[in-house]
């Protein structure tokens, strides 16, 4: 999404459209975190503002994605959402380095030219909202790592042999008792 700076202004716009997935999704085949996938363009909500020509934005981004659990490998629908605020100034000036920005939590970046183009730093957003691995739930019990059965949806003989081998102990105990 490209903005012309001549029609930001001091006073806040706003804009809501969506973004295609295919350039998200060629990145995160390439890794690291490669277990989402997003499943159609995502929708963008920005506030956004010129102050000289420095230019704020704010927002969020909201996509539906499918994921691969990284215990038990299943696939599974995922919503994420991410609220997000950076600030662009033009290149010479970042350049420059002598400015200080004091809110911390603005990310800055540089425009060049008439136009800012939004979508890579709303893409990046994105990708730091998809930056740990995916779990299906929090009661995912994953793969068994001896016959890696799903032990969402089975359950295996290879339980017993999992246990801490102190346990085993204790039973030999119990047996040479007899
Ligand atoms: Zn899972
Ligand atoms: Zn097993």
Redesign the pocket.
């Known amino acids: 999404m490209k903005l012309r700076v001549e029609d930001i202004s001091a006073k806040v716009k706003t804009l809501d459209y969506h973004e295609p997935q295919a350039d998200v999704n060629r990145l995160l085949e390439q890794g690291p975190v490669c277990e989402y996938r997003v499943q159609r363009p995502y929708a963008i909500h920005l506030s956004y503002y010129r102050s000289g020509m420095e230019i704020f934005f704010s927002g969020s981004l909201d996509a539906e994605l499918t994921a691969t659990?990284a215990?038990?490998a299943?696939d599974f629908p995922l919503h994420r959402r991410r609220d997000f605020r950076f600030v662009l100034a033009p290149k010479s000036i970042g350049e420059d380095g002598g400015r200080n920005l004091n809110a911390e939590d603005l990310e800055f970046s540089t425009y060049q030219g008439e136009e800012v183009d939004v979508s890579p730093l709303v893409r990046e957003q994105l990708l730091l909202a998809l930056s740990a691995p995916p779990?299906?739930?929090d009661g995912?019990r994953?793969l068994c790592p001896q016959c890696g059965i799903n032990l969402?949806l089975n359950s295996c003989s290879c339980s017993a042999s999992n246990l801490d081998p102190r346990l085993d102990a204790l039973r030999s105990l119990k047996v040479s008792r007899r």
């Open positions: 659990c215990r038990c299943e779990v299906c739930g995912c994953g969402n």
